[in-house]
């Protein structure tokens, strides 16, 4: 059997859940801006008490790899590697955009299109574009909502949007054959895909492993006071 905690800190959302062989065990989420530094311990603590189990009975450590929260994505790596160390077990990545996908195929059928979001500022998100399958069609990119980048797709049939970039997109990609779905970023499928991972070994470097940003972050300063960010 494989049990694998697994942590989603690439948003807002700060969740963590264990699961055993695939099948979720725990779940604990805050839906809370700016706690993942000093609530994440602490729900890593809760699942583990939550399923009567101790740290030492992992088998691995799965964490979202980003896109996301610079801060955020840097805080789940950091304690995902720390606890795999710790405990000396395997690390495994699993990509913020996949896992949120992920939780809209039971929604959708094998000829309809699963888009998530994530919220990049401004007119910007970071999407990804799958089919109803699971089989990545567009890997992760950031897009620019100036015009509605996924036409294509809502004139071959539904189109599936989710994530926190869904809010200030909805009308820019309003279409008959849109499907605004409110599912958001959760451990809970970041478990799930883990465990096919880890049945194939397919594990992280824990020394060279880092978040995937896609984009450099930059620190920008206020006109007002150039020492402000």
Do not use: W
């Not at 690439?10 to 530094?37: I, K, P, R, Y």
């Amino acid at each position: 059997m494989a049990l694998i905690l697994s942590i989603e800190t690439a948003t807002a959302v700060c969740s963590v859940a264990l699961h055993e062989d695939g099948h979720l065990m725990a779940l604990h989420e805050l839906h809370q801006d700016n706690v993942h530094a000093r609530s994440l311990m602490g729900l890593v603590r809760n699942v583990f008490e939550q399923a009567g189990l101790e740290k030492t009975a992992l088998d691995a450590v799965a964490v979202s790899s980003g896109p996301g929260s610079y801060t955020g994505l840097r805080i789940g790596v950091s304690v995902a590697k720390g606890l795999a160390y710790a405990l000396d077990k395997p690390i495994i990545g699993i990509g913020t955009l996949e896992a949120l996908a992920f939780r809209a195929i039971p929604f959708s059928d094998s000829t309809d299109t699963i888009i998530p979001m994530l919220d990049a500022r401004r007119m910007e998100v970071y999407a990804l574009v799958m089919d109803g399958l699971g089989d990545t069609l567009i890997s992760p990119q950031p897009f620019i909502l100036e015009s509605n980048p996924f036409m294509e797709y809502l004139e071959k049939g539904k189109v599936f949007f989710l994530g926190d970039g869904v809010p200030k997109s909805k009308e820019i990609l309003s279409h008959p054959n849109s499907r605004f779905v409110p599912l958001f970023n959760s451990s809970q499928s970041i478990g799930e895909l883990a465990y096919k991972k880890f049945l194939k070994a397919d594990f992280e470097s824990l020394a060279y492993f880092e978040p995937n940003y896609i984009k450099e972050f930059r620190i920008v300063k206020s006109k007002k006071n150039p020492f402000l960010v």
